[in-house]
């Protein structure tokens, strides 16, 4: 599939959703070059694909219907620089990377425009996530932390009280 078949309306909400500026984390170029007396406007913007139009382009090869490839939810509008930074390195920027930098992006037009984001199906109010791009193998069910009156030199103490004798050594 060619770029010609990304339809009007697909365009249209990829443009709205984008908020006129680069997708790419901290570029914020605008998209959009203001004409002057002279010539008119230009439109700077790229749309990239997340999952490649063709199964030959980077990122081509994931399972996704040939219809979904030139729908909004698969493109990201970002200036030409990224564009090629983007197919260039398919292995750096992958479908994960791609679908967070949309999502991250969204999430900051609809908050620079006064509207909340979707609210997330948990609740991410009290901790942030740190990502070091590495996959995550598994997470545990539950985490539990408590406030504790030991200081660092009394932790030789502490394990004198432990009981360790049910402890199996792995």
Same mark, same amino acid.
């Given at each position: ?62 399972? &996704? ?13 970002? !200036? ?31 908050? &620079? ?25 598994? &997470? ?7 406030? !504790? ?22």
């Amino acid at each position: 599939m060619s770029r010609s078949n990304i339809s009007p309306k697909e365009m249209k909400l990829l443009a709205l959703q984008s908020g006129g500026i680069c997708a790419f984390p901290n570029c914020k170029q605008s998209l959009v070059a203001r004409g002057d007396g002279v010539d008119g406007s230009t439109i700077l913007g790229e749309i990239a694909h997340i999952v490649a139009d063709s199964r030959q382009g980077p990122r081509g090869d994931a399972p &996704l219907d040939s219809d979904e490839r030139d729908k909004a939810a698969n493109l990201i509008l970002v !200036c030409s620089t990224h564009h090629t930074l983007i197919d260039s390195q398919p292995n750096t920027f992958s479908i994960p990377v791609l679908q967070q930098v949309k999502s991250d992006h969204e999430a900051l037009v609809k908050q &620079l425009s006064g509207k909340k984001a979707d609210s997330p199906s948990f609740p991410l109010n009290a901790e942030t996530i740190h990502s070091t791009l590495l996959p995550v193998t598994h &997470l545990p069910r539950a985490m539990f932390t408590a406030p !504790c009156d030991f200081q660092d030199n009394e932790v030789g103490q502490l394990r004198q009280i432990i009981d360790y004798s049910n402890c199996k050594d792995e």
